[in-house]
């Protein structure tokens, strides 16, 4: 008999009707007890689930292989449904929520015979906390309730400070065989609630992350006054010990993680520079009673693309998969029993299972051993770099926000808004290039406004609308200074001219000092360029002119760039914030002079 871990009304209602539908063989709460984990663990590894590493050199690791058509979220099956259209907007996929519900209930009817209906009560944000939101995801996958325990606060404490209440975002997540043609991921806005089927794939099904995290708390912020952003927290310490919060969007899979855990340059170090990790990819941000922005991560864990993570490149989110990780579709080494994924070392094994699951061997073989899109799952406690504000309820006070993407072309280094609603411009025009985050072509320009463009639960037009309404709120000493930056500028024989990773630690550099008004800055149209004398460039091989070169406003190509944001913005129609088309004008007419 299944021992409930509430009384709460609405709860039990939801989870009968669940259940009369499902027809699970068995119901298991999840506590959150370390027994429990470590059974469903166990278990996992006995059924196949799961593959446990090496104890010694990854201990409490495990390694996961997704279905080969299920490695990456999918946009065109990701749908907001609201009673009218008009409120999902034109950049989301929308259904009839009563046509939607009907399809979904056929899909998961009687999905769980024979399997076991897990009930994961989670918090977002530290548990308790003024700014956290309670979810519950009923899933019949064992490997969901293992990412979300990392990934999530869970267990009957969330249930404690739930109580009766019925404030709680409803989740329901079915396996069912992950077929790509029935395969649905659903919000309902208007019901707080969450259906997933078909799908096993992070993004897909750990529903606490994109679906509540973003496309709910999206739209939940715009009801009650503060904003959910797909935006990585970090604090950057200076030489006098003072941490300025900054948090930057920028779309999946373009460094989130790696900017979030950076470590600065050598010069920097000695300085006494240091970047603490508050979160690497998700921010819910409300004003607090000073006035200023404060924002806290909701998540508690990593899910990290692995490919390309190295002791170079980060090596703090690569400690951080060094015990309590979960791997996903990485390549298996069968020598010593650990993971291996293109860009690990430059020593791929030769004895080992690919994502796939064949044998591989990493000397002859010309297909990848890990997907491009395969991840860790990493508990936020594990990373050296965590900041000791991680679990402040209250949350951090940030200075700026950064906006950026993957242009290999056009877009300067970094660059400063005007005013706030100059930068709602800014983060509005964001485009970059596709990765492998999502299934599709990858590799071409496409707009992703705010980083937020699959992950918007209502109109987008009210979307900026409600940046621009938070702007007015807020007294302009103390909002945030707005920024783009653009680590992927190439040459035209394909290399890239700065060389990223710890030394964007000098753009952040400059961004605080623009904040605190220590330094100049060129005027142009698009915004406020740095002098490159003004980006310390100490210990690289670099010179002031080359900097130059990504610090250029190409007029005509600025144009043509702004033609692709009026097509964007014409989708809009009169959802279009007036202030967003005179910004729009504003920049046009500058680019004429
Ligand atoms: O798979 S997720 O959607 O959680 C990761 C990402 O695309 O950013
Ligand atoms: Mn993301």
Redesign the pocket.
């Known amino acids: 008999m299944e021992s409930k871990l509430t009384k709460n009304p609405s709860l039990l209602a939801w989870l009968d009707e669940k259940v009369e539908l499902l027809k699970p063989s068995e119901i298991v709460w999840i506590d959150g007890s370390k027994e429990q984990i470590d059974a469903l663990k166990a278990e996992a590894v006995e059924t196949g689930e799961m593959i446990k590493l090496n104890e010694e050199l990854l201990p409490d690791c495990y390694l996961h292989r997704t279905a080969e058509n299920d490695v990456?979220?999918v946009e065109a099956r990701t749908l907001i449904c609201t009673t009218k259209e008009e409120d999902a907007g034109p950049t989301n996929h929308w259904m009839d929520p009563t046509e939607c519900h009907k399809m979904l209930d056929e899909i998961a009817a009687g999905s769980y015979q024979g399997r076991t209906m897990y009930i994961i009560p989670y918090s977002m944000g530290p548990v308790g906390s003024p700014l956290a939101k309670i979810g519950i995801e009923v899933t019949d996958s064992i490997y969901v309730v293992l990412n979300m325990n990392i990934m999530t606060r869970v267990g009957k404490k969330v249930l404690d400070v739930l109580g009766d209440s019925d404030d709680w975002v409803r989740g329901l997540h079915c396996k069912c065989n992950v077929d790509p043609e029935n395969r649905w991921i659903v919000q309902f806005p208007e019901e707080n609630s969450i259906v997933s089927v078909n799908s096993a794939?992070?993004?897909?099904v750990?529903l606490g992350?994109?679906c509540f995290a973003l496309r709910i708390a999206s739209y939940l912020g715009k009801n009650e006054g503060w904003q959910a952003e797909?935006m990585l927290i970090l604090g950057l310490q200076k030489p006098d010990g003072e941490i300025k919060y900054i948090c930057a969007a920028f779309?999946?899979?373009c460094g989130?993680t790696n900017l979030a855990m950076l470590i600065p340059p050598e010069g920097y170090q000695k300085k006494g520079y240091k970047v603490w990790c508050v979160g690497d990819?998700i921010s819910w941000i409300r004003k607090g009673k000073d006035g200023r922005l404060y924002a806290i991560n909701p998540e508690n864990g990593f899910?990290g693309?692995a490919p390309g993570t190295n002791m170079k490149s980060n090596p703090n989110a690569l400690k951080s998969t060094m015990q309590g990780t979960i791997f996903t579709n990485v390549c298996h080494n069968l020598d010593n029993n650990t993971v291996w994924w293109e860009g690990l070392d430059k020593n791929p094994p030769t004895n080992a299972i690919d994502w796939k699951g064949n044998p591989w061997n990493g000397a002859e073989s010309e297909e990848k051993g890990a997907h491009p899109?395969s991840?860790f799952t990493a508990p936020a406690v594990n990373c050296p770099c965590i900041s000791d504000q991680f679990e402040n309820p209250d949350g951090v006070p940030i200075s700026a926000f950064v906006f950026g993407g993957r242009r290999e072309k056009l877009t300067p280094l970094v660059y400063q808004s005007k005013d706030w609603n100059h930068g709602v411009f800014v983060g509005s025009i964001m485009g970059s290039e596709t990765t492998a985050?999502?299934t599709g072509a990858v590799g071409v320009v496409r707009r992703d406004p705010m980083a937020m463009l699959?992950f918007c639960g209502y109109n987008m037009g009210d979307y900026w609308k409600h940046w621009i309404e938070i702007g007015k709120t807020l007294d302009p000493d103390k909002a945030p200074k707005i920024f783009n930056v653009n680590w992927f500028r190439k040459d035209d024989e394909g290399n890239f001219l700065w060389p990223g990773f710890g030394d964007n630690l000098r753009v952040l550099d400059w961004i605080i000092d623009r904040c605190d008004g220590k330094v100049d800055a060129q005027e142009t149209a698009i915004g406020y360029l740095p002098y490159a004398k003004d980006i310390n460039l100490e210990g690289l091989d670099m010179t002031e002119e080359e900097l130059d070169k990504i610090l250029d406003v190409d007029k005509a190509a600025w144009e043509e760039e702004l033609a692709g944001v009026e097509e964007l913005y014409a989708k809009f129609g009169d959802k279009l914030p007036q202030e967003l088309a005179d910004e729009l004008a504003e920049v046009k007419a500058a680019l004429k002079d």
Not at 201 to 204: E, F, I, M, Q
């Open positions: 990456a979220r794939y992070g993004g897909n750990l992350k994109k797909h779309p999946s899979a989130k990819d899910f693309v899109n991840r985050a999502a699959p």
